[in-house]
């Protein structure tokens, strides 16, 4: 079993890259915020 996490930088880029192709196509975008964070501190 892989227990390794991505980088925060390449999750970071990929979450904006999918934010910026759904808006592009039209997506209505809706987040709800998690109590706890990420590996890196970062919200999930």
Known sequence: MHSEFPT????RDQRE????AA???G???TSYA?????P???PL
């Open 23 to 25: 808006q592009t196509a």
């Open 27 to 29: 997506a209505t975008l």
């Open 34 to 38: 998690h109590p706890r964070c990420g």
């Open 8 to 11: 925060e930088s390449s999750y």
């Open 17 to 20: 890259q999918f934010l910026t």
């Open 40 to 42: 890196f501190g970062e």
